[in-house]
């Protein structure tokens, strides 16, 4: 013990907050001198704390101050406080038991709310603006001294000794880690519109910068795309993976780039996998399921809309500034120029992919005992029967029936549609006394349909020109109760009232379209049940 030498200095965390101050500790150095050189055995780095217990910081500026000569009279008060941990650790020391940081702090503490120095003490905080730390800094701090003194041992146990310079070295390479660790936490915390706004992401990392354009645009508060143009972030991130040797750096974002991925995708296609809540910042998490995943190649119209999506993102993001003009042109972007000219390119809208009268009648008969695909069909038939309603109408959540009529909000058109309630959609609103239970969701509506349309054994085959790139057959062929989903309502309803008779000009009342002509993408040739309709109608007028 007499040998022991204790020494004491003020000294301020490397670790900044964002008003620019930082927190005060006194380091506590317990070694002894062989010869001029002092052998340090053990530091602390003492917390300073008022007797309320607030931490103290200080600025550049206040820093600067206290080491000015003469002292000031808030440095002669942080002697004393050194005084008074040189004193705790002489008394620890001569307990002859271990102690930690947290046992000086405490003991610290108590003797200052014993002296209750209140003025001295709000003279500080006046000249400080001392602020409290949240309990998560404060248990970064505690770690990060915690592994200081960790290295400082190693270090020692390492090489015999240790010198200032290489204390000092720990304490900031720590000091570092440790900060990079509380803005990662702090950066996972925020959603993905906090980040963007506040610049948390890396301009140079390519996917990041695209996922710029998932964000809220400040202008109107709105995402700068669609919801159904995310799904490019999942076409970059499968070309960067699978690609060859393909780079995910702004930097070397150009022309080139743009048509090696568009040379991929036309040759490779894209990956039978479906992720749920990804988003620019995890997608390569799901590495292993890209590289392992089968593919499929694009139908045309598919990929026409990739090259429309990817221009899109380009004219934002050179807009906002994040991809230079210089780098690509979207004038120079083409679907044309990757795809062949034998290629079958006309667009088809699933026109077959519909209901015929006596599929029609066996959901409109149809009793399950399973009450999800019972809940399943009957929502088919309000789907349909409403008003052939879209998928994102059904739950919008504004369709209400009243006595007479159901009204519901049109997607597209940006109006609310009112139709009568029809018979079929009053007895499925029979079934329920109590009101209509909460819908299915969206995916689970989706399967049960096709469990449904598997107990009816709908095997009927539905073909289509094959328009796939890439494919050697020219006709694909499907069973119905394969394709069978919820965008087959609308569809279905208005050929429905298309057999009936009705005019085109009285189904887009029903339907909520604006135009006529927009009705030749859904009826503009006979499936087959109206082509047998009007042959059946021919033989009854020239048999009269």
């Known amino acids: 013990m007499k040998n022991t030498i204790i020494k004491t200095n003020l000294f301020r965390v490397s670790y900044k907050r ?24 053990k530091r602390f780095e003492v917390t300073i704390r008022d007797e309320f217990n607030n931490i103290y910081l200080v600025t550049d500026s206040q820093y600067e101050k206290l080491k000015s000569e003469p002292p000031t009279t808030e440095r002669l008060k942080l002697f004393n406080i050194e005084t008074k941990i040189k ?26 709310k014993e002296e209750a120095l209140d003025s001295e003490v709000t003279s500080w905080n006046k000249f400080l ?9 404060n248990s970064f701090q505690s770690d990060e001294i915690k592994r200081i003194e960790k290295a400082i041992e190693e270090k020692i146990s390492e090489q015999g000794e240790i ?103 036309v040759k490779k296609g894209y990956p039978l996998i479906h992720f749920k809540g990804y988003s620019p910042f995890n997608i390569f998490e799901k590495k292993k399921s890209f590289t392992n995943a089968s593919r499929e190649y694009f139908k045309i119209a598919s990929f026409q809309k990739i090259v429309k999506m990817l ?20 004038n120079h972007i083409n679907a044309s120029d990757f795809l062949s000219r034998s290629l079958n390119r006309d667009s088809y809208t699933k026109i077959e992919f519909t209901l015929e009268y006596e599929e029609i009648e066996q959901l409109l008969t149809a009793s399950f005992k399973d009450p999800k695909m019972q809940l399943a069909t009957d929502m ?44 079929e959609v009053k007895d499925v609103l029979k079934r329920y006394p109590e009101g209509l239970p909460e819908f299915l969701n969206i995916s689970t509506y989706r399967e049960q349909l096709k469990e449904v349309a598997k107990h009816f054994k709908w095997n009927r085959i539905i073909s289509e020109p094959n328009t796939r790139i890439n494919s050697k ?14 965008f087959t309502a609308r569809k279905t309803f208005i050929n429905y009232l298309a057999n009936l008779g009705l ?16 009705l030749k993408y859904y009826k503009n040739r006979l499936n087959l049940e109206q082509k047998k309709q009007v042959i059946q109608k021919l033989i009854k007028d020239f048999n009269k």
């Open 18 to 41: 964002q008003d620019g101050s930082s927190q005060l500790k006194v380091l506590a150095k317990i070694g002894y001198m062989s010869g001029k050189k002092f052998n340090e055995l």
């Open 87 to 112: 004193k705790i650790l002489v008394d620890k020391i001569s307990e002859g038991v271990d102690f930690t940081v947290d046992d000086i702090n405490n003991k610290l503490y108590d003797i200052q």
């Open 129 to 137: 603006n001392t602020i409290s730390f949240s309990e998560e800094e």
């Open 163 to 265: 010198t200032d310079e290489e204390i000092d070295n720990i304490k900031d390479s720590i000091s570092i880690e440790i900060q990079i660790e509380k803005d990662k936490k702090l950066t996972q915390s925020l959603t993905l519109d906090e980040r963007y706004a506040q610049g948390k992401f890396d301009k140079n990392n390519l996917i990041e910068v695209f996922g710029y354009c998932w964000s809220k645009n400040p202008k109107n508060n709105d995402p700068f795309i669609a919801d159904s143009y995310q799904s490019l972030i999942f076409h970059l991130a499968d070309y960067i993976l699978n690609g060859d040797l393909v780079s995910n750096s702004v930097n070397k974002f150009n022309l080139k780039w743009v048509e090696e991925f568009l040379k991929f995708k």
């Open 311 to 330: 221009k899109h993102y380009i004219n934002i993001l050179q807009t906002v500034g994040l991809i230079p003009q210089t780098a690509v042109n979207t």
């Open 380 to 423: 088919y038939i309000i789907q349909m029967f409403a008003g052939g309603l879209r998928p994102s109408e059904l739950y919008s959540g504004n369709l209400r029936f009243e006595n007479t009529y159901v009204g519901f909000y049109r997607s597209k058109s940006k109006k609310i549609s009112k139709n009568p309630i029809l018979i």
């Open 473 to 486: 057959k020219n006709v694909i062929e499907y069973k119905l109760h394969e394709v069978f989903a919820p």
């Open 503 to 518: 005019a085109d000009e009285l189904i887009i009342q029903f339907t909520g379209h604006t135009d006529v002509k927009i």
